[in-house]
């Protein structure tokens, strides 16, 4: 179910480390501080083409996900989920924890971390939410998505529900450090080509709305 990204050939491990600074805590915290880039960055990971907006005239859903950090051995990870194959939207992909707003949630902040107690069976309450990223228009789902960056001081007990998560990547940051590990697929939609960029992460592919918030939070870390 919990699959640690430790060994991604040329990415991590000592070798990994050894060559590239690594982002910290304080590095993280520092880069909530800045001016977010947001359509600049989030185009780099977005697939084109991609509509940023909501159609004229329609009310999209207000959903919130979490960008949560935690150290192992002294590294930060992130966590993903793999969405199980049986669900009306995103079905199989690589997510941040999060989902929907619910009447009772007093902010989209606390939506994201109320979404992710329930995904990833932890307890959000030594969890530090910094600050938010850009919002993002998911097409698919119709919602639009509020993300957060938030800091756990240790590792979580991670209990996820299967119903909605069927597999758990924990990833260092300092692999996304590699450009190695962004690729782009093509694919044909109603005619035209898609070019859908992604990162390569223990056999998954981040791509997406994950990739499109993912690259604008890297993009502040780079922006020290």
């Known amino acids: ?26 590095e993280v915290r520092a880069a909530m501080r800045r001016p977010l880039p947001g359509i600049t960055a989030q185009v780099t990971m977005a697939p084109r083409p991609r509509p940023f ?8 859903r207000q959903a919130g996900v979490l960008v949560l950090l935690y150290p192992v051995d002294g590294h ?20 941040f924890p999060g989902g929907g707003w619910e009447a009772g949630d007093i902010s ?50 991670f209990q996820p529900d299967p119903l909605e998560v069927a597999e758990l990547l924990e990833v260092p940051l300092a692999v996304f450090r590699n450009p190695a590990i962004r690729g782009e697929d093509r694919m044909e939609r109603d005619g035209l080509e898609v070019v859908i960029p992604y990162y390569a ?3 998954h592919k981040i791509w997406g709305a994950t990739a499109i918030i993912l690259a604008e939070f890297l993009a502040l870390l780079e922006s020290l």
């Open 1 to 26: 179910m919990c699959c640690a990204i430790d060994n991604v050939p040329g990415t991590s491990g000592s070798a990994w480390h050894g060559r590239a600074k690594e982002w910290g805590e304080a």
């Open 53 to 60: 907006r909501p159609p004229d005239g329609s009310t999209p």
């Open 76 to 95: 930060l990870h992130l966590i993903f989920t793999v969405r199980p194959t049986n669900l009306d939207h995103h079905a199989g992909q690589v997510s």
């Open 108 to 157: 989209l902040a606390e939506t994201a971390l109320r979404e992710t107690r329930e995904e990833l069976g932890i307890s959000t309450g030594e969890i530090e939410v910094l600050g938010p990223l850009t919002p993002l228009y998911v097409p698919p789902s119709h919602n639009m998505v509020h993300p957060f960056v938030a800091l756990a001081p240790r590792r979580p007990a």
């Open 201 to 203: 992460v223990g056999g």
